[in-house]
């Protein structure tokens, strides 16, 4: 037999069972790349129920004169809930924009008691005044917060902020 025709039928067979995987198998999983944006188990974001006694969009600007967090949130009626974070206040500048979160599950506790939550471990009691221009909101462990009603102005009127991640 030729030497070189053997050499080649040994290589062809060492190439081939190189290129032989077990990829296709039915009980293997893929994992995402590390540096991947998408977290490992995103908040839920459904809505959580009815939350129209303290539904709208709340000025829930908060702190002391120099260290001012300028923020809205936006509660809908069927339980979402989002907060929009200007970027060019006293504690952030890094553009004159609003950082959206991403909406999350405003789930009512004990609606007899104001007691609501999210999914992110935060609770909180709140109650609307009479005309609803004032939410009255206690964060746990935090000091009673008064958040004003927002009107004539929209979360589509926020410009939001590119490239920009917290």
Same mark, same amino acid.
Request: charged share 20%; net charge negative; glycine share 8%.
């Given at each position: 037999? @030729? +030497?070189?025709?053997?050499?080649?039928?040994?290589?062809?067979?060492?190439?081939?069972?190189?290129?032989?995987? /077990?990829?296709?198998? +039915? =009980?293997? #999983? !893929?994992?995402? %790349?590390?540096? !991947?944006?998408?977290?490992?188990?995103?908040?839920?974001?459904?809505?959580?129920?009815?939350? &129209?006694?303290?539904?709208?969009?709340?000025?829930?600007?908060?702190?002391?004169?120099?260290?001012?967090?300028?923020?809205?949130?936006?509660? !809908?009626? =069927?339980?979402?809930?989002?907060?929009?974070?200007?970027?060019?206040?006293?504690? %952030?500048?890094?553009?004159?924009?609003?950082?959206? &979160? %991403?909406?999350?599950?405003? #789930?009512?506790?004990?609606?007899?008691? @104001?007691?609501?939550?999210?999914?992110?471990?935060? #609770?909180?009691?709140?109650?609307?005044?009479?005309?609803? !221009?004032?939410? &009255?909101?206690?964060? %746990?462990?935090?000091?009673?917060?008064?958040?004003?009603?927002?009107?004539?102005?929209?979360? /589509?009127?926020?410009?939001?902020? /590119?490239?920009?991640?917290?």
């Amino acid at each position: 037999m @030729n +030497p070189g025709k053997h050499l080649c039928t040994c290589l062809f067979l060492i190439l081939l069972a190189g290129c032989s995987s /077990d990829d296709n198998q +039915p =009980d293997q #999983t !893929s994992n995402p %790349a590390p540096d !991947s944006d998408v977290p490992e188990n995103p908040l839920p974001s459904a809505p959580g129920g009815d939350t &129209s006694a303290i539904a709208g969009l709340w000025d829930a600007r908060n702190g002391e004169a120099g260290s001012v967090d300028e923020r809205y949130v936006e509660i !809908s009626t =069927d339980g979402v809930y989002l907060e929009y974070d200007f970027r060019q206040d006293d504690l %952030a500048d890094d553009g004159n924009c609003y950082l959206r &979160s %991403a909406p999350l599950t405003l #789930t009512p506790e004990d609606p007899a008691n @104001n007691a609501y939550s999210l999914p992110d471990d935060r #609770t909180f009691n709140a109650t609307s005044s009479t005309d609803g !221009s004032i939410l &009255s909101i206690t964060f %746990a462990e935090q000091p009673l917060q008064d958040w004003t009603a927002v009107s004539g102005v929209s979360t /589509d009127d926020l410009a939001g902020c /590119d490239n920009i991640f917290e």
